[in-house]
C-alpha cells in the first residue's frame, strides 16, 4: 500500500490490522435482492468485490402514481452508503443487486475507530471518498438543472423570465 495513494476500502480490507470479522463482513447478495432502502438509516458503508447493483430513488410523478427512477450502476471496488459515516440521516436512495454480489459490509463507528488508530490512512481513505463522490454531486447537479429547465419549458414559465 503507497502511502501516497487514495485508499479505497477494497484497498483496505488488506490491511492486516483490519481483520474480517472484526471492522467487516462478506455478504452476498442476490439478483434482486435489495442492499439498502431509501428512506431506513443504517450503519454499514458497502464495498463492491464483485458483482454489480443500481441505485435508483422513488419519485412522485402523482398523488397515486410512483416510480422508481434508476440512477446509476455501481461496479466491482465501487462504494456506497458513505454518509453513514458522518450522519445519521435516512439513505437518499434505495441499491439492489442487479447480478449476483460479494460485498463487504463495514460498520461506520468500527471504521472511526481504526481510522482515530490510523489516521494516515483515514486522511487517505477520505481523499479517496471526495474523488468519488464529488463527481456524483457533479452530475446530480446537472441533472437536477436539466430537469429544472425542463420543467420551466413545459410549463411555459422560461418565456416569463
Known sequence: ???SQPLSLKSLLEHPEFIEGVYW??????????VIIEGETGNDIYAILSGKV???THVKVTEDRHMLSGLCEL???EEFSHSCFFDDEPH?????AVAPCEMAVINADKLKQFLEAHSELGYRLLFHWMKSILPR???G???FSSMFSW???AHQIDTDI
Do not use: W
Not at 463482513?25 to 435489495?34: A, D, F, N
Not at 437518499?92 to 439492489?96: E, G, I
Open 137 to 139: 454531486i457533479r452530475q
Open 75 to 77: 461496479f466491482d471496488g
Open 25 to 34: 463482513t462478506r455478504k452476498h447478495y442476490h439478483p434482486e435482492e435489495l
Open 151 to 153: 420543467g420551466l419549458k
Open 141 to 143: 447537479n446537472k441533472r
Open 54 to 56: 443500481s441505485v435508483c
Open 92 to 96: 437518499s436512495a434505495t441499491v439492489k
Open 1 to 3: 500500500m503507497s502511502n
